[in-house]
């Protein structure tokens, strides 16, 4: 598919705009997949997100959730530094708009991750729902649970956000990006001081060899499963370990005092990227 067409929200009406806010209230943001995908496919969007909605509402996708960034963020945040506004030369306004749009990322990576793989898996043909039900898997998301999903991120233009970017990110990491830059680094874009500021401190984290574990142990997180409405259950033995009712360290990774989601976070891969907006 031609990633430079899509179907942006402000031109969706009827169903495809219904579907869109379902998109934004579940994962955080409608990412270039959704929109490339309505734009070409618009039947199997609506069938595959049908099968996908219902399983980020339950507990076990919650439990699913915090074990993921926290397998990333345990291995990484000895080493994270912290920001004020002066370190990274933003204005107040611009500070707190960065914060929520890191908050909105980590809100929605777990998604992102899952809808990916479970996509992936389905079009290769490879089983998903292999796991017995489980009460978790239909029980829904405790209320407590990431009440403040941070601000919509904000985007520069494709091409301008890719000349901010290829001056700083390495092609080693931003494997060229192809015919789109990906969302995150185009709202990083528009604040330049931050993202030449973090990749500087990150690269060294991400480039060590206990990142790549941590990444992998994360994906490794996300088994075969399928919907509640397949009565299937979604999480691995390893993530039903780690329950919501026990699991209350939260993986703030969003605020700009810290820079655990950070664009460093996303490194070539034959995965596909979490989004590319």
């Known amino acids: 598919m031609d990633q430079t067409e899509q179907l942006y929200e402000s031109e969706a009406t ?3 705009r219904g579907l869109y806010e379902d998109i934004a209230r579940t994962t955080g943001f409608v990412g270039s997949i959704w929109r ?8 199997f969007l609506r069938y595959a997100w049908g099968q996908l909605a219902p399983a980020f509402r339950t507990r076990e996708f919650a439990a699913l959730d915090i074990a993921l960034r926290d397998t990333l963020v345990s291995a990484t945040e000895p080493d994270l530094p912290r920001y004020t506004l002066a370190d ?13 749009q890191l908050r909105c990322y980590d809100f929605a990576i777990a998604r992102y991750a899952v809808a990916f793989e479970i996509m992936e898996r389905r079009l290769d043909g490879r089983p998903v729902g292999t796991d017995p039900p489980t009460e978790a898997g239909t029980a829904p998301v405790p209320e407590w649970l990431d009440p403040d999903r941070g601000r919509e991120p904000k985007v520069l233009p494709n091409d301008e956000a890719r000349e901010i970017v290829r001056g700083v990110v390495p092609e080693s990491h931003s494997g060229g990006f192809g015919e789109m830059v990906p969302t995150g680094y185009r709202s990083w874009a528009r604040f330049p001081s ?12 991400v ?15 996300i088994p075969p499963r399928s919907t509640p409405r397949r009565s299937r259950g979604w999480g ?16 703030s990774a969003a605020a700009a005092g810290s820079s655990r989601w950070s664009p460093s976070t996303r490194r070539p ?3 596909p990227a979490s989004d590319a907006r």
Do not use: K, N
């Open 36 to 43: 490339t995908l309505m734009y070409h496919e618009p039947r």
């Open 14 to 16: 009827g169903w495809q």
């Open 194 to 205: 931050y993202l030449e500021r973090v990749w500087a401190d990150i690269e060294p984290i």
């Open 236 to 251: 691995s033995t390893r993530a039903r370990s780690r329950s919501c009712g026990s699991c209350s360290r939260r993986s």
């Open 269 to 271: 891969s034959t995965r």
């Open 88 to 100: 990274v030369d933003l204005a107040p306004g611009e500070f707190a708009e960065l914060r929520g």
């Open 207 to 221: 480039d060590a060899e206990a990142f790549e574990t941590a990444r992998e142990d994360a994906y490794s997180l």
